[in-house]
């Protein structure tokens, strides 16, 4: 199943953002909650289903471990790395479309 996080009025569409999780994940609800605090649109992708995981383990280079965050279609990794991001001052760069 698809779901879309669709932004409030205060919240600003910038990106294309995919989320790849399964809803018991406490690091997909960190990831989550950061991308929302940042007022992200994004979509997330529940791979709960075999053929859903392995249509992210492809896109993400073998990686099988959730959530798989892409931003505008370059895989950045999961919640620790999209923290990391944020902590150096990374991650609004990408969200803007801007960044490396």
Known sequence: MRERHTPTDREIAMVRVEIYTTPPCPYCQRAK????????????????????????ALRAQGRRTVPQIFING???????????????????ALLQGTGA
Request: aromatic content about 2%.
């Open 33 to 56: 909650s950061l991308l929302r605090q940042k007022g992200v649109a994004f979509e997330e992708i529940d791979v709960q289903d075999s053929s859903k995981r392995e249509a992210m």
């Open 74 to 92: 370059r895989g950045i990794g999961g919640c620790d790395d999209l923290h990391a991001l944020e902590a150096k001052g990374a991650l609004d």
